[in-house]
């Protein structure tokens, strides 16, 4: 299902997310994207790759709303996202960035529990959807009263992803989660992203400038540069492609990508 | 040893001047916190107001004390009452402090904490209460001790308009060049805002976030 090679929408109800002919320019006409087109699909893993400034982090936001589109319109679920409630739409939409965000003056728990308890949940589901979603991240239950500051990197960053995941958004999406990481934990997260995918079947934005991460996760790859989408490849075809952006990408990360090559597309 | 002697001799009237003293920068501490944490909300919030709220409460900052007791007496209602009229100067003289820690202390919540809070569907409103005001609430308490301590030392120069206050010992031992008169209220004004220093900064130093 992950790994799915067609370029084609499929069939469920459409699209998951779609942008049309979307542009985002900034305040002092400085264009950051133009001309994107783009579609995500139910259940799959979309990497956005590129260097900084190509527009990847612009994209994302878009989807979420925490930018506007200047031209064009981004769909989620099918509807615009400048007419659908924003706030309605982000707590519909899990977000984890690379700098992670939690809340410092606040325990785990409450860090996981925010959404919930905003959306009027029972203390008592709360707490049990809390240490749910611990375990689901790989961390103990005793890591709960904790206070942000007093975990390492690898813990808040999955607590950053079970804070994303407490509402049960069918959307996730994420900027260079593990970019922050020491290279082992890093590995290991990745390694836990892929079987809580298979898992969840969530529908993923990713964004990163890691190729290896990009073969390794995603189902398929979009590939930025400069404000605007190259190509969209799955893995595979990523590795054999005559694109010179693709090529210099592989070119760069070296030998033995093959072998990362969609190893979690099963 | 005289100046005890003294404090002692007139401790009613010591009593009387230290509450009307605090009476003055309570009440016009309170007003200078619920005027400027709303305008330093605004002027972080909506980046256009911030210089025009600044540079105001900066201005008011650089009016002579007695200067502007004196600009306030001709107003009508104001002018009516002496305390009236130092509780508004005092009030303006501590908007500065306060506002700009308010705009600080918002200012510097981690930004990836504020993009995670909107990033999760949180509503202005709840990323104000829940996120941005506790964050900064150590650096707002540290605006709201600067405003008092000051505060504490301007409200003897009320006494010059009748107000009231430790100034009343200052302004009388000055006349009458007394200097036990000047000490007995220029000690126990000392002794309030060194210890309303020391409380708030406690408080400030507890409520820092981890």
């Known amino acids: 299902m992950l790994g799915e090679q067609n370029m084609e929408p499929t069939l469920a109800n459409g699209p998951v997310i779609e942008f049309r002919d979307v542009a985002y320019v900034l305040p002092s006409r400085q264009s950051l994207l133009s001309g994107l087109n783009l579609q995500v699909q139910r259940g799959e893993t979309l990497i956005l790759l590129g260097r900084s400034g190509s527009g990847k982090t612009t994209t994302l936001k878009l989807i979420n709303r925490l930018l506007t589109p200047s031209g064009g319109e981004v769909r989620v679920n099918g509807s615009s996202t400048t007419q659908s409630?924003?706030?309605?739409?982000?707590?519909?939409?899990?977000?984890?960035?690379?700098?992670?965000?939690?809340?410092?003056?606040?325990?785990?728990?409450?860090?996981?529990?925010?959404?919930?308890?905003?959306?009027?949940?029972?203390?008592?589901?709360?707490?049990?959807?809390?240490?749910?979603?611990?375990?689901?991240v790989g961390l103990d239950?005793?890591?709960?009263?904790?206070?942000?500051?007093?975990?390492?990197?690898?813990?808040?960053?999955?607590?950053?992803?079970?804070?994303?995941?407490?509402?049960?958004?069918?959307?996730?999406?994420?900027?260079?989660?593990?970019?922050?990481?020491?290279?082992?934990?890093?590995?290991?997260?990745?390694?836990?992203?892929?079987?809580?995918?298979?898992?969840?079947?969530?529908?993923?934005?990713?964004?990163?400038?890691?190729?290896?991460?990009?073969?390794?996760?995603?189902?398929?790859?979009?590939?930025?540069?400069?404000?605007?989408?190259?190509?969209?490849?799955s893995p595979q075809d990523f590795l054999r492609s005559k694109d010179p952006l693709a090529a210099a990408y592989v070119k760069a990360f070296g030998d033995g990508l093959e072998s990362v090559a969609n190893r979690g597309a099963s | 040893m005289n100046l005890l002697h003294f404090l002692w001799q007139n401790h009613d009237q010591v009593l009387e001047l230290t509450l009307e003293h605090l009476w003055l920068v309570g009440i016009s501490t309170l007003l200078a916190v619920l005027v400027g944490i709303p305008l330093g909300i605004v002027s972080a919030r909506w980046p256009a107001w911030n210089k025009p709220v600044l540079g105001t409460a900066n201005i008011i900052q650089t009016i002579p004390s007695l200067a502007l007791f004196g600009f306030l007496l001709p107003v009508p209602w104001l002018g009516d009452r002496a305390d009236r009229l130092a509780i508004l100067a005092?009030?303006?003289?501590?908007?500065?402090?306060?506002?700009?820690?308010?705009?600080?202390?918002?200012?510097?919540?981690?930004?990836?904490?504020?993009?995670?809070?909107?990033?999760?569907?949180?509503?202005?409103?709840?990323?104000?209460?829940?996120?941005?005001?506790?964050?900064?609430?150590?650096?707002?308490?540290?605006?709201?001790?600067?405003?008092?301590?000051?505060?504490?030392?301007?409200?003897?120069?009320?006494?010059?308009?009748?107000?009231?206050?430790?100034?009343?010992?200052?302004?009388?031992?000055?006349?009458?060049?007394?200097?036990?008169?000047?000490?007995?209220?220029?000690?126990?004004?000392?002794?309030?805002?060194?210890?309303?220093?020391?409380?708030?900064?406690?408080?400030?130093?507890?409520?820092?976030?981890?």
Do not use: C
């Not at chain 1, 925010?114 to 611990?134: N, Q």
């Not at chain 2, 820690?101 to 981690?110: E, F, H, K, Q």
């Open chain 1, 85 to 136: 409630d924003v706030i309605r739409l982000r707590r519909s939409i899990g977000y984890v960035i690379q700098d992670v965000g939690l809340f410092p003056h606040y325990t785990v728990e409450r860090n996981i529990g925010l959404v919930p308890r905003i959306e009027g949940w029972t203390a008592e589901r709360i707490h049990l959807r809390v240490v749910e979603l611990l375990q689901t």
């Open chain 2, 90 to 210: 005092l009030t303006l003289y501590a908007l500065l402090p306060v506002i700009r820690n308010t705009y600080t202390g918002i200012r510097g919540v981690d930004p990836a904490v504020v993009e995670a809070g909107r990033g999760m569907g949180l509503t202005d409103r709840q990323l104000l209460l829940q996120v941005e005001l506790p964050l900064a609430f150590s650096v707002i308490l540290s605006g709201v001790r600067v405003a008092v301590v000051v505060s504490v030392g301007l409200a003897t120069i009320a006494a010059a308009i009748g107000a009231g206050g430790l100034g009343e010992f200052i302004f009388r031992g000055l006349a009458m060049v007394n200097n036990q008169l000047i000490l007995a209220g220029a000690i126990p004004a000392a002794v309030l805002a060194l210890s309303a220093d020391f409380g708030l900064g406690w408080l400030e130093k507890r409520s820092r976030p981890r």
């Open chain 1, 141 to 233: 239950a005793t890591i709960a009263s904790r206070y942000p500051h007093q975990l390492s990197g690898g813990q808040r960053q999955r607590v950053g992803v079970a804070r994303a995941l407490a509402a049960d958004p069918a959307i996730l999406l994420m900027d260079e989660p593990f970019g922050a990481l020491d290279a082992l934990t890093r590995d290991q997260l990745q390694r836990e992203f892929l079987s809580l995918q298979q898992r969840l079947n969530k529908t993923v934005v990713f964004v990163t400038h890691d190729l290896r991460e990009a073969l390794r996760l995603g189902s398929r790859i979009a590939l930025m540069d400069a404000g605007r989408l190259i190509t969209v490849l």
